[in-house]
């Protein structure tokens, strides 16, 4: 069965008035952080543990992470064991995105599923869902609602919740929040869980090797998903991911600061 996307008209415009119509203010969302913000992975943090038992093949010689990661199945194929880990990783993932309220998570795990999702507009392509996400705010924008206000704060939510936004025709960017919760959701499901699963597994190799094995898969992953000149700041931005226990999301804030415009919270593709 064909999955609606997330970026459909219909569905679309009705959870962002929904949205709109439960709000009364976002003046507190642009100060919103994860919950791991900046959180070293030296640190002890509640209800995270890097004491995780990973499977052994995962620890083995053998295990190749860059291509587990390429091989990372589509969601509609995946096992009913593989479906509850992506989905709790997911889930995981939504919690340390900083996000408001309720309606937000909701939009935000949608958009981390459709990225996985085969059927989907945007499956494995930044690129893609960038320019679904263009049209569909324009189109927002010219949507007649009670009020001026209501339109600005719909688009607001629409580009904040899924981190994502284009400032002209021949800029394209994602945002630090869902670059990093997409990577810590292919890697973590090659590992075989969440942000503390993803430590163990650093820990286990040592940093050195993780090294190699984490800057591999991910310039693997930006070439696949449609930025391929994000690669080549890899290795360094992953070498200082490594000491914090978000590494995903550290990742995309190294990029961030790697780009054309710096430590804006959002990543430059070109």
């Given at each position: 069965?064909?999955?609606?996307?997330?970026?459909?008209?219909?569905?679309l415009l009705t959870v962002l008035m929904l949205l709109c119509s439960s709000l009364t203010s976002l003046s507190s969302f642009a100060?919103?952080?994860?919950?791991l913000e900046n959180v070293l992975a030296t640190e002890k943090v509640e209800?995270?543990?890097?004491?995780?038992?990973?499977?052994?093949?995962?620890?083995?010689?053998?295990?190749?992470?860059?291509?587990?990661?390429?091989?990372?199945?589509?969601?509609?194929?995946?096992?009913?064991?593989?479906?509850?880990?992506?989905?709790?990783?997911?889930?995981?993932?939504?919690?340390?995105?900083?996000?408001?309220?309720?309606?937000?998570?909701?939009?935000?795990?949608?958009?981390?599923?459709?990225?996985?999702?085969?059927?989907?507009?945007?499956?494995?392509?930044?690129?893609?869902?960038?320019?679904?996400?263009?049209?569909?705010?324009?189109?927002?924008?010219?949507?007649?609602?009670?009020?001026?206000?209501?339109?600005?704060?719909?688009?607001?939510?629409?580009?904040?919740?899924?981190?994502?936004?284009?400032?002209?025709?021949?800029?394209?960017?994602?945002?630090?929040?869902?670059?990093?919760?997409?990577?810590?959701?292919?890697?973590?499901?090659?590992?075989?869980?969440?942000?503390?699963?993803?430590?163990?597994?650093?820990?286990?190799?040592?940093?050195?090797?993780?090294?190699?094995?984490?800057?591999?898969?991910?310039?693997?992953?930006?070439?696949?998903?449609?930025?391929?000149?994000?690669?080549?700041?890899?290795?360094?931005?992953?070498?200082?991911?490594?000491?914090?226990?978000?590494?995903?999301?550290?990742?995309?804030?190294?990029?961030?600061?790697?780009?054309?415009?710096?430590?804006?919270?959002?990543?430059?593709?070109?």
């Amino acid at each position: 069965m064909v999955k609606m996307s997330l970026f459909k008209k219909v569905s679309l415009l009705t959870v962002l008035m929904l949205l709109c119509s439960s709000l009364t203010s976002l003046s507190s969302f642009a100060n919103e952080e994860p919950t791991l913000e900046n959180v070293l992975a030296t640190e002890k943090v509640e209800g995270f543990s890097t004491n995780v038992d990973l499977d052994e093949y995962v620890v083995s010689k053998e295990f190749d992470l860059e291509e587990e990661v390429a091989n990372m199945p589509s969601i509609d194929k995946m096992t009913t064991e593989e479906k509850e880990l992506f989905d709790s990783i997911v889930e995981e993932q939504v919690a340390l995105a900083g996000l408001e309220n309720e309606e937000e998570e909701k939009l935000f795990a949608k958009a981390m599923v459709d990225f996985f999702d085969k059927n989907s507009e945007t499956y494995n392509d930044f690129s893609l869902a960038q320019t679904e996400l263009i049209e569909q705010v324009e189109e927002i924008s010219t949507t007649t609602y009670e009020n001026d206000e209501m339109e600005i704060s719909s688009t607001n939510i629409f580009n904040k919740t899924f981190a994502i936004q284009k400032a002209h025709a021949v800029q394209v960017k994602v945002g630090v929040k869902f670059a990093g919760a997409v990577f810590n959701g292919a890697i973590g499901f090659a590992i075989g869980g969440g942000v503390g699963a993803i430590q163990a597994f650093i820990i286990k190799k040592g940093k050195k090797e993780a090294q190699k094995l984490f800057t591999r898969t991910v310039v693997s992953r930006l070439k696949a998903w449609g930025a391929p000149k994000l690669a080549l700041a890899t290795g360094a931005c992953v070498t200082i991911a490594l000491n914090y226990l978000d590494v995903g999301t550290q990742i995309a804030k190294q990029l961030d600061k790697r780009d054309k415009r710096p430590n804006n919270g959002w990543i430059d593709f070109y």
